[in-house]
Nanobody, 126 residues
Framework: QVQLVESGGGLVQAGGSLRLSCAAS????????MGWFRQAPGKEREFVAS????????DYADSVKNRFTISRANAENTVYLQLNSLKPEDAAVYYC???????????????????WGQGTQVTVSS
């Protein structure tokens, strides 16, 4: 079992930046493909970014490419999401998710993830 706890959300002006963190429990964090998703009010949860077990490969939704950066520090059991050039449409609850081994491929499908955090709110003012 993996427990995930997100932090770092808040209120920021359009054009600003935030850094989200997701701390994972357990001793096998490096065996988990990790992802970030978001959900705005009245909308479905959508893929934001994912990262391979050792960080060599990443994937981004087109809407955030070149603005957001996913990274991980396996020694700290933490995955990050750097949000730059934020837009009002980026406002949402952001969720961290993990795939259970032996799933080692990246995925944009929320159904492919086995563990979820409680989410952290990102609000962007225009």
């Amino acid at each position: 079992q993996v427990q995930l706890v997100e932090s770092g959300g808040g209120l920021v002006q359009a054009g600003g930046s935030l850094r989200l963190s997701c701390a994972a429990s357990g001793r096998t964090f490096s065996s988990n493909v990790m992802g970030w998703f978001r959900q705005a009010p009245g909308k479905e949860r959508e893929f934001v970014a994912s990262i391979s077990r050792y960080g060599a490969t990443t994937d981004y939704a087109d809407s955030v490419k070149n603005r957001f950066t996913i990274s991980r520090a396996n020694a700290e059991n933490t995955v990050y999401l750097q949000l730059n050039s934020l837009k009002p449409e980026d406002a949402a609850v952001y969720y961290c998710a993990a795939r259970r081994p032996p799933k080692i491929t990246l995925s944009r499908d929320a159904r492919e993830y086995d563990y979820w955090g409680q989410g952290t709110q990102v609000t962007v003012s225009s």
